[in-house]
């Protein structure tokens, strides 16, 4: 084979006959340091293979862990080897030499004469692991497709697995959603991946459903198809992140809790939990939990008995709990000076569905610092409406903790206005107001049936919930 043809791209030898004769090696997967990558080698005949990589790009194939093959036997035909990439790889451009002939000896070199054979010299990329794909796995209780992050709520413990597009079989990597529904593969080479969604392990599987796929925007709409649990192929170029690779399941039976609701306090020494439901369906009872992390796999149950739930209601209901045994906890392991504990609170169906909330976060003060005030139970809210769904008329409550000015406006799911039922005005605190809607806009003109949002603005926060109008 003529050599000695130098040319950036190793192509130097084709200029001799017009003739791309680098046609015996395939890499399958991109080169990343420190991983192995598969390569396919054709050869016409049995033969052996030897074959280097200029891994820190310093002209030569001298330097140690260079030779990349040694004496290999080939099978006459297609034989899959894989490349040890160094960890010490530069990153960029790095060449390559395999050279085959028919007889083990004398062992060849990268350069010099042998009576027969073949040499190929290749130009390859080594590529920083610097490559992500990631997002979040929610309950989609209406269900629409469209993450709602005021009231409905992460999914931890789902299974999400990775797959290259040059192996749909094999996951390249696994990963279990975290308490707050996030999942991450990270330190990835650029290249062509699939992500597929498991449905929870701790309910039974035909009692989940994956959402409708791709419905809106993409940082908030369902990427997975609803049969398969597969996502489409995300390509990254050397860099490239994405976050935006999500998942929305739901349960085919009514969900048993919708918590509007969640926090918890340090007061008086010690941690105080409050949480309140728009509405509960055969909620039979409670489970709290309490780690020094977000691993909800950490955590351990607080109550030592079951705290009731309120059954079948409409209405929204409150609770609280205090971690009485928080200090013992503390004492029993050595967990002095750790200053932020995690809680979250379960729901039991009387069927014994559960449903993981969570998490929420309290601070502990170091001493001198001061410390949260009284624990105030968490009334103040924008509450559901009632009745819901409505024909044609429903009430809209809400207190508010101090004196401020706002408005109450209706929204439909286009985000166009409806109707405004509290101009600005100044909104006394401390008490509860009620304001009634006819199902009317502006003009006094019935409005027809469908999802509507009503949104509570005001100079310290805003409030927003749906309701539901059928006709």
């Known amino acids: 084979d003529p050599n000695g043809q130098p040319d950036i791209d190793a192509e130097g030898d084709d200029y001799l006959d017009g003739d791309d004769d680098e046609d015996g090696v395939v890499f399958e997967e991109t080169l990343t340091p420190g991983q192995s990558a598969d390569v396919t080698i054709t050869a016409s005949v049995i033969g052996y293979l030897n074959a280097w ?14 030779k990349i093959f040694d004496n290999v036997n080939l099978a006459a035909g297609a034989n899959a080897l894989q490349i040890s990439v160094p960890g010490s790889a530069l990153i960029g451009a790095v060449y390559s030499r395999f050279r085959f002939n028919s007889d083990s ?10 009576g027969n054979g073949e040499v190929e010299d290749y130009k390859n990329i080594i590529y920083a692991a610097n490559c992500a794909l990631g997002d979040y796995v929610w309950q989609d209780l209406n269900p629409e497709g469209i993450q709602e992050d005021w009231w409905e709520p992460a999914i931890s413990g789902v299974t999400v697995n990775l797959y290259s597009s040059t192996d749909l079989v094999t996951p390249l990597a696994t990963d279990i959603t975290d308490g707050f529904g996030k999942y991450l593969f990270d330190n990835l080479v650029p290249g062509s991946y699939y992500v597929e969604f498991i449905k929870p392990p701790n309910t039974p599987t ?62 008086d020494n010690i941690p105080i939990l409050h949480w309140t439901t728009q509405s509960e369906s055969e909620n039979s009872y409670w489970n709290l939990f309490r780690a020094i992390s977000q691993n909800l796999g950490q955590s351990i149950q607080i109550n030592t008995s079951a705290i009731p739930g309120a059954g079948t209601t409409t209405q929204p209901t409150e609770y609280s709990y205090t971690d009485e045994g928080f200090y013992d906890y503390l004492y029993e392991n050595d967990l002095i000076g750790i200053s932020t504990f995690w809680y979250w609170v379960e729901s039991v169906s009387i069927a014994g569905e559960t449903c993981i909330y969570g998490p929420v976060s309290v601070n502990i003060p170091n001493p001198g610092d001061e410390i949260n005030v009284p624990f105030i139970p968490n009334v103040y809210d924008l509450y559901q409406n009632y009745p819901n769904p409505f024909n044609p008329y429903t009430e809209i ?40 809607w006819n199902a009317t806009d502006e003009m006094g003109k019935p409005v027809s049936s469908g999802i509507y949002l009503y949104q509570l603005r005001t100079l310290e926060r805003n409030y927003i919930r749906r309701m539901l109008l059928v006709k």
């Open 53 to 66: 990589m200029d891994f820190n790009a310093n002209g030569d194939f001298l330097d140690q862990g260079e």
């Open 397 to 436: 409550s809400f207190s508010l903790p101090r004196t401020t000015y706002g408005e109450l406006v209706i929204y439909n799911l286009k985000g166009e206005k409806v109707k405004t039922l509290l101009a600005e005005q100044a909104l006394l605190g401390d008490k509860m107001h009620r304001v009634t």
């Open 206 to 267: 035909e009692d989940w459903f994956i959402t409708s796929q791709d419905v809106g925007n993409d940082a908030l709409d369902s990427d997975a198809n609803p049969s398969t649990g597969w996502t489409g192929m995300y390509t990254l170029a050397a860099g490239d992140t994405d976050l935006t690779v999500d998942c929305g399941m739901y349960l085919a039976d009514p969900v048993p809790v919708i918590l509007s609701s969640f926090n918890a306090l340090f007061v």
């Open 105 to 114: 000896s004398p062992l060849l070199s990268y350069t010099g004469d042998h």
